[in-house]
């Protein structure tokens, strides 16, 4: 079977984004832990809590990296997970802010 240039890239790109949105739910289920085990524990953030926020960082940037390539469909659907992410960046940001509030 041959492929041409573009049906290459396609699929490589639609394959790209499904991996990426496999990965990234886990990092964002490690995050979500994270947020809660902090919570719990009023604040203390360890080097876990910091490692599931780099994470989503690069998550973050591989979105973007991605979404460079791919269709408007796919824009799409990376565009809410982008959504997702940011969501998460933006609770653990402000539970650092509260830990250094409080400190």
Do not use: C, W
């Not at 990296?65 to 408007?72: P, W």
């Not at 565009?79 to 653990?92: A, I």
């Amino acid at each position: 079977m041959s492929y041409n240039k573009f049906e290459v890239i396609t699929m490589a790109t639609r394959d790209s984004i499904e991996n990426l949105l496999i990965e990234g739910q886990h990092i964002i289920q490690q995050a979500e832990e994270q947020l809660d085990m902090s919570n719990r524990n009023q604040f203390l953030l360890n080097e876990d809590y910091t490692n599931a926020h780099l994470e989503l960082e690069k998550l973050s940037q591989s979105i973007d990296r991605v979404m460079a390539s791919a269709n408007a469909q796919q824009r799409e659907q990376l565009h809410r997970f982008q959504l997702v992410v940011n969501e998460k960046l933006n609770d653990m940001i402000l539970d650092e802010i509260d830990v250094t509030r409080y400190e």
